[in-house]
């Protein structure tokens, strides 16, 4: 199993910084750090914590949160007040993965953390990547459908590759190859189809069985 995402969030407000970590915490994957309220302890947390991803208010009582992006070398998003053209593009310059203007509802920074894992897992490999794959990550990240370049074959190969020897559910899938639940059951209902995949149901002590899928080995 992958370990939990790290998550540092940066904010001189403790009590908008309380909120946040809240938000990180409640998601499934993460793990939120102690949050932080200037540059000086985010420099001493990331040396000591080796956060995974920021989340960084674009200034600071000590400096500049966008320079601090730039300069960490971590994934990070930045959450401002600011909503300033200039101030927008430094951040995304910087590399910023997103940009969320304050205040904003806890759902909309719950879906991009849910985004940036999915993303994550699909790019967090040693092999070689395919240009689908990486048109994917980056529509998953910012939003986007699934690109029109990834071909259904392409598709059905990383399900397959994702499903390898195991058992496993369509949200399983789906979470292993970086796609929606809907894609991977779509998928997979073709894929069995054709004989490629086998169905079984997984029962469990309350509900309806769940559908399990096994690649036929041939």
Do not use: C, W
Request: zero cysteines; glycine letters at 8%.
């Amino acid at each position: 199993m992958n370990r939990p995402i790290r998550v540092l969030v940066v904010d001189d407000d403790f009590r908008v910084a309380g909120l946040h970590r809240d938000v990180v915490a409640s998601r499934t994957g993460f793990t939120a750090l102690d949050a932080v309220q200037s540059l000086g302890a985010a420099r001493q947390a990331t040396k000591a914590h080796a956060p995974d991803l920021l989340l960084v208010d674009a200034f600071l009582p000590d400096g500049d949160g966008v320079e601090f992006v730039a300069a960490a070398g971590i994934d990070a998003f930045v959450l401002s007040a600011a909503t300033d053209a200039a101030t927008v593009r430094r951040a995304l310059q910087a590399g910023a993965l997103a940009y969320l203007t304050k205040p904003f509802d806890a759902r909309v920074l719950a879906e991009r953390l849910d985004r940036y894992a999915r993303m994550r897992n699909l790019l967090v490999t040693d092999r070689p990547l395919e240009q689908e794959q990486i048109d994917r990550a980056l529509a998953i990240m910012h939003g986007g459908a699934e690109p029109a370049t990834v071909a259904r074959s392409a598709t059905e190969q990383l399900i397959l590759e994702g499903l390898g020897d195991d058992e496993a559910s369509a949200a399983e899938i789906a979470e292993r190859v970086g796609i929606s639940r809907a894609t991977a059951q779509r998928h997979l209902a073709g894929l069995a189809s054709r004989g490629l995949v086998e169905v079984r149901l997984r029962y469990g002590t309350t509900g309806r069985p769940e559908h399990q899928y096994v690649a036929v080995r041939r």
